[in-house]
């Protein structure tokens, strides 16, 4: 069982940058693909960003694509989601979430396998 704790989050100026990180621990980090979701107030938690075993394919949801980059260090067991060009439309709590296989499209909720307690990020206009 891995266990996923996010840390990152903040408040930031529209235009302004965060990076999240998402710290593995009790398993084999590198055997799952990582992912990032959001949730805002009053909506349902999307997609945002994967990221494949070795860190070699990434998939991002359009909303993000050009502005967010996803990565990982299995060194170090720990992901990453850099956001930069921050919107307020950006503002939610963060989810880092490990998923079992790579499908090369947007994750779906019922596709992760363990899920981080999630960091709030907001973006002030």
């Known amino acids: 069982q891995v266990q996923l704790v996010d840390s990152g989050g903040g408040l930031v100026q529209a235009g302004g940058s965060l990076r999240l990180s998402c710290a593995g621990s009790?398993?084999?980090?590198?055997?799952?693909?990582i992912t990032w979701f959001r949730q805002a107030p009053g909506k349902e938690r999307e997609f945002v960003a994967a990221?494949?075993?070795?860190?070699?394919?990434?998939y991002y949801a359009d909303s993000v694509k050009g502005r967010f980059t996803i990565s990982r260090d299995n060194a170090k067991n720990t992901g990453y989601l850099q956001m930069n060009s921050l919107k307020p439309e950006d503002t939610a709590v963060y989810y880092c979430?490990?998923?079992?296989?790579?499908?090369?499209?947007?994750?779906?909720?019922?596709?992760?396998?363990?899920w981080g307690q999630g960091t709030q990020v907001t973006v002030s206009s």
């Open positions: 979430a490990a998923a079992r296989y790579w499908y090369n499209s947007a994750y779906r909720s019922e596709w992760i396998n363990y």
């Open positions: 009790g398993g084999t980090f590198s055997r799952y693909v």
């Open positions: 990221v494949t075993f070795n860190g070699g394919s990434t």
